[in-house]
Nanobody, 127 residues
Framework: QVRVVESGGGLVQAGGSLRLSCAASGRTFGDYAMGWFRQAPGKDREFVASISWSAAITYYADSVKGRFIISRDNAKNTVSLQMNSLKPEDTAVYYC????????????????????WGQGTQVTVSS
């Protein structure tokens, strides 16, 4: 059974930084792309960032490009999202997800590409 667990959310002032972590277990972590999504109150869940199984390819939403960095450590079965220069509009529940398919070259930017999801972690940015 694949399990995905996020951690690291919290409350931060605008301009500050937070680092989210995600641990996945139940299959060979290093074979699967990983993604981060977020859902703000009253809004649909949206793509934030994704990283290929080899870490060679990363994608970012335009709204976070240049501020967020996604990375992974396949030896530790973890993926991280470093969030810098946070804005109030970054406030959301952040979800980590693991790809449905093994060793996909390009990590998906849509929810449909991911088959396993964490429970989410709240990030609140105060102005």
């Amino acid at each position: 059974q694949v399990r995905v667990v996020e951690s690291g959310g919290g409350l931060v002032q605008a301009g500050g930084s937070l680092r989210l972590s995600c641990a996945a277990s139940g299959r060979t972590f290093g074979d699967y792309a990983m993604g981060w999504f977020r859902q703000a109150p009253g809004k649909d869940r949206e793509f934030v960032a994704s990283i290929s199984w080899s870490a060679a390819i990363t994608y970012y939403a335009d709204s976070v490009k240049g501020r967020f960095i996604i990375s992974r450590d396949n030896a530790k079965n973890t993926v991280s999202l470093q969030m810098n220069s946070l804005k109030p509009e970054d406030t959301a529940v952040y979800y980590c997800a693991s790809d449905r398919s093994r060793q996909v070259l390009y990590p998906s930017k849509t929810e449909l590409g991911y088959g396993f999801w964490g429970q989410g972690t709240q990030v609140t940015v105060s102005s």
